[in-house]
């Protein structure tokens, strides 16, 4: 009879009714009560030896419900940290697109800066610019129009002192050949176009010829009286010169020679021709084809040169004349540049006699302001020398 085989007393047979042992669970350990049959080990759950008793009792039943409790706590976590996280990561998702967009309206406000800085920039270079070329031109036409007047006040001058000398030593009585060259004698003063001269050895000026008909006026001597009416407005007026034409004197001057010398048919312009002899600002010069080689014509020119801008007859103007400061220029005729130059030379003489250039007695004086009425009166009838 087969003997059976030995067992280690520590390992009771599975015939004799015993469950068998319990083998460590490899699970964290979680307290459920006051249980003391166990103690925790490096591997896991071991049973202690003093409590074989109560761990045969409880142990099957415990351990599945720690395994359920623990996985439901894990998944509660799990579940709490994936919401956690994804809420965190929304946040962020959402502060980086605000930081992106800000990022972008920051570009584009430095973008829009940048191009208006260069706009500016570009601005300012040509403002600069176009004010140095302005300063340019501008000094220039300074230079220009300053080197202009020096040569007028030059000429000015030496005008001024010529008609001072020839002023000083003319008198009704000897006047001088040189300021009235209708004196001079036929042989120096040479043939004049218009005009015939008789020898004759009176100083009596001889009678001009009627440019019309082209014969001499019948030679009388001509008579001089003085008006006392005219030489008594003179004298209040010597005594206390003005260019005030209210003053008796030059209101009458004004009535009855200026006045009509200087009525043209273009009435608006000849408001400002009489405005600018008057003030002494009309210029006279002969037109481009009879002006001096080194004189530029003037770019804004009214008229024709065959039309007087003043009377407004087709007439060959050898003359134009410019009021003031203006660039414009108007031709006008033979008989109106005489009729101007008239009313000048009458203007020009009482200056120099308000200037004190005059010295004469108040006699002589009184018959060169008749001569000079004289002249303007012949010139509005039509009378002028004609040009050679």
Not at 29 to 41: A, F, I
Not at 109 to 116: A, P, T, W
Not at 326 to 335: A, F, G, K, L
């Amino acid at each position: 009879m087969d003997s059976a085989p030995l067992r280690p007393a520590s390992q009771p047979c599975p015939d004799e009714g015993h469950p068998p042992p319990l083998e460590a669970v490899p699970v964290p350990w979680k307290s459920v009560g006051p249980c003391k049959s166990y103690r925790e080990s490096p591997r896991g759950l071991v049973e202690d030896p003093t409590g074989e008793e109560a761990q045969g009792e409880e142990g099957p039943a415990a351990a599945p419900l720690d395994m359920l409790r623990l996985r439901s706590s894990s998944m509660e976590i799990r579940e709490k940290g994936s919401e956690f996280l994804k809420e965190e990561l929304h946040k962020a998702q959402k502060e980086l697109k605000l930081k992106d967009e800000e990022c972008e309206r920051l570009s584009r406000v430095r973008e829009q800066l940048e191009r208006e800085l260069e706009e500016l920039t570009a601005s300012l270079f040509e403002e600069a610019h176009r004010m140095v070329r302005e300063a340019n031109t501008k000094q220039a036409a300074s230079e220009k129009q300053l080197e202009e007047a020096r040569g007028k006040i030059d000429m000015l001058q030496a005008e001024v002192t010529a008609l001072k000398t020839l002023v000083l030593t003319s008198t009704p009585a000897s006047p001088n050949r040189e300021l009235h060259p209708q004196l001079l004698s036929p042989t120096k003063a040479g043939p004049r176009k218009g005009h015939s001269r008789h020898k004759s050895t009176s100083s009596t000026p001889c009678p001009p010829v009627c440019p019309a008909a082209g014969h001499t006026l019948t030679p009388d001597k001509e008579g001089k009286e003085v008006d006392t009416t005219l030489f008594a407005e003179f004298q209040a007026w010597r005594a206390s010169p003005t260019l005030d034409k209210n003053c008796p004197f030059l209101e009458r001057v004004y009535r009855e020679d200026v006045g009509p010398c200087l009525d043209f048919t273009t009435q608006e312009l000849s408001a400002l021709v009489r405005a600018a002899v008057e003030d002494n600002t009309l210029t006279i010069e002969p037109v481009a084809s009879q002006m001096p080689p080194g004189v530029k014509v003037a770019a804004a020119e009214c008229g024709s040169a065959n039309t007087c801008a003043l009377s407004g007859l087709a007439r060959a103007c050898r003359h134009r004349i410019r009021l003031g400061d203006s660039e414009s220029h108007y031709y006008i005729s033979p008989s109106s540049r005489a009729r101007i130059t008239a009313v000048c030379n009458f203007f020009t003489y009482i200056r120099y006699i308000q200037q004190g250039l005059v010295r004469q007695e108040a006699e002589p004086m009184f018959w060169e302001i008749t001569r000079l009425r004289k002249e303007m009166s012949l010139a509005k009838l039509g009378f002028f020398p004609q040009e050679a």
